[in-house]
């Protein structure tokens, strides 16, 4: 798969220049000519459009000779140059140095101070003399146009650096990541009490308080994700630059040629800043939206996290281009009576409207309060505006030959789709066996091509082909079966839409099982350097134990020696144990300490390990809620049989105290690293996330969190 691709696109979107229109880097040498050009028209007409050689003409001296006088009073040999070189190459003729200045000479004999002044004198037809443009005009057109495509420099530069900026920080944690796979011994130097201050109040915490995964409710309705510190201040940063970029080096021309009203001035200089800053945002943007981000890889980031910073740069994509579109106001309202009219005759303009209000309508849509509830047909609705935003965005830019800008960022969208297909193809569509277990798990089983390699801890998009969801996918862990070769398995939680279809689907089928065809778009995900690390940590609940499990599978099979791992999943009811049973008997191993904490008693807890199971779960309410409040002898006698089948594991019937466990966790480390890996609740996974940042102190030596829940 070639995710270079993505690569060479953006490489050849910053490298190029769009000589012929559209984006280039302005030189003052060849403004002073379009300087010159500007105020000679002002003047009087030299030759019609039709003219291809308009300037460098050298049969038209009136043309010739009066720009030569004109960039003479420049005083810019480099700009004399560039005007003689420039005609050189159009002219079949040739045109040189002693062309430019006999032109000059002979100008000289007939120049005229005031072309409206000579008889027969017609603005809309070409004039036969040279005219002679005052000193004080020149230095006026010049100083309008090189601000003004200045100003378009900049909005380039600085929508470049914006993004930028984010490669920047991506392959400073790529080198990072690197070096913790080849060198972890180098890593480890970054320990100590400086270092843990740094992960202690800058990396590692929340914004604030504890939550980050856990959804914050602004006026207890609004729910919202808080960032962490790290996240906080890279994005603080960005939105830094953002801001400083769109208010330096704004300054009114006194005199300008262009513009008569300093408002139609200034509303053109902002819009034109702020247009090219989007447009070079705009692939960025797009990239870090897909699957397929190469960056996830080399950078190690988490999807969840591009998918933050996605929704940042849309943010100010959005402000921006809604500040394009009042400064192109005040310019058309500026510049005089029907301007502003025609132009929004347009269809460029009017596509442009399209693409602003499709990109206002994706910031309404794509708020939590909306998206958590139907999260299907926000995606739908999402890539639909997308295509708006894009084509309308297209189209507004078309008559200023920007389109290749737009290329790449379609070319992105294409390539995610291309490979997101390509990889169900390399799947194939195969029937899996689906089971509903302990009344709150689908157990996803299915035969994997031989060359489909998952790996510890990768994920993928489930597609079930059922009426009710066939057009669905959603991310989950793979586990690769040690006792069927070439079959995985997936653990879906029973939640609502597409799940609580299957759940209700299977509660009528013979022994709550089915084979239904599914295709695997996957694996993605990244490897994380674990076994670098003299000890770890996996905490896990409910149905984030798979991912952990392979990860600590993988360890054991690879590092047989000087192994210290702590395995703990915590889960409300023995009966979740059902459903990764011979999983968690797997586990067993002597440097290997499992725990399994249980919260909320046995409700539900039936004899599954042979077939004389005695079902305790009754269908009434009544007996639902006796045996959730009652241990009857056979509860106790069933549970004490699981645990003597479990004995490497530690039964712990409470709820762990994050802060006390890591505490404890780290002293007996004896000062060696730690890698603490986790996937559980949210809520549970950010009071992890504190409890770390209050116990770093107590070791010197690095520890270091690898937090995999998704989240955004």
Known sequence: MNYLAIFFILFTLVKGDYTDGGWKIYHRAPLYT???????????????????????????????????????LTNSTKAIDYFVNDCNKINPDGFTMDDFKAAFDNATKYLVANASAEPGFNITLPFNKPVAIKQAKIDAAINSSVSRYQNMNYGSIFGLVLSGYWFFLIILSGIWRLMAFMTPSFVKKFSGSLSNKVRKYITLPALFGKKHNDYFYIFGVFPVLIPTRWESIMLGVYWILVLAFNVCDFHHNVGNTIWVLQSAEMGRKIADRTGYMVIFMYPTLVLFAGRNNFLQLFSGWSYSRFILIHKWIARAVTLLSLVHAVGMTYNGKGIGVGKYEARNAKPYVRWGYVAFIAMALMLVQAMNVLRKSRYEIFVAIHVILAVFVLIGSWIHVSEDLLTPIYYSAAAVWVFDRVVRIGRLMAFGIRKAKIQLIADETLKVTVKRPSYWKPFAGAHAYVHIFRP??????????????????????????????????????????PNQTSEIPISVEGPYGHRLPLSRYDSQIFISSGNGIPGLYEEAKQLVQKKTSNLNMKFIWIIRHYKSIEWFYQELVNLEHPSVDVEIYITNGSAGVHKFWDDSSSDLNSNSEKNSEELNNEKTEEIESIIGELKSKLSHIKFIEQRPNMNDLLSKEIEQANNGTIAISTCCHTSIDDDIRRSLVNNLDKSQNRIDLYDQIQVW
Do not use: R
């Open 468 to 509: 009710s969801c066939f057009w669905q996918s959603h991310p989950f862990t793979i586990v690769d079966e040690v006792s069927e070769q070439n079959t995985i398995t997936f653990y879906l939680k029973v939640k609502g839409g597409m799940t609580h279809g299957l759940y209700q689907y299977l509660k009528k089928q």
């Open 34 to 72: 379009v300087a010159c050009a500007q105020i000679i028209g002002k003047n009087a007409l030299y030759f019609k459009e039709t003219d291809t050689l308009g300037w460098c003409n050298l049969d038209n001296q009136p043309a010739v000779g009066t720009m030569a006088h004109a960039l003479t």
